[in-house]
C-alpha cells in the first residue's frame, strides 16, 4: 500500500495499513488490520494492530499484539505485549502490558503493570496495580498500592486496603486539623503582641 498521509476509505468495508514509517494517518472502516505501522486516529467495527502505534481507538472490538496506544474506546479489547495510555472497555483481556488507566466493566489482567485499574469485576493474575478499585477481585499474586474492593478472592500484597484507608483518612485529616488548630493560635498570639 502506498504511503499516504490519509487513510480514510469510508465506502470500503476493510482497510489494510501495511509497512510504513512515521506515517501520520486515519483510517476508518467497518475492519482496519494495521501492521507496522503509525496512524493517528482509527474508527471501526473491529481494529486489529500487529507491531503498530496509535494515538486514539474507537472501536466494537480491537486486537491488539505488540502496540501502543495512547486512548482506547472499544465494547471488547483484547491487548497482548504493548503499552496503553488510557483504555475504556466494557470487556478488557490483557496480558503483558502496561498501562496508565484502565476502566472496564470485566477486566481479566495478566503480567501487566497498571497505574488505575477501575472495574465492575477484575481477575488479575501476577500484576502490580497502583490503585484497584472494583466491586469484586480475583487474584493470583498480584501487589497493589491501594485496593478498594467490596469482595477480594485471592492473594493481594497491599500497601494500603479499604480499612487502612479509611484509617489514613481519617488520621491525615486530624494531622491537616491540628497543624491548621496551632498554625492560627500562633499567628493569633503573633498579632496580637
Known sequence: MPQSDHLDHPESDQ???GVSSGVEAEAQAE????TNTSVHEVKADLVRMLNSNAQEITA???EIRQGAVGSIQAEQG???EGIIG??????LDMSDAGAILIQSSEAEIYATRAVVLSATEAKVVNSAIGMLTAERVEAESIRAGVVLSRQVVGQVETVLDTPRAVVAGLSAGIALGLVYLVTRLLFKQHTSV
Open 86 to 91: 488510557q483504555i475504556q472497555a466494557t470487556s
Open 31 to 34: 475492519i482496519v488490520n494495521l
Open 15 to 17: 482497510v489494510d495499513a
Open 78 to 80: 483484547h491487548f497482548q
Open 60 to 62: 466494537n472490538e480491537i
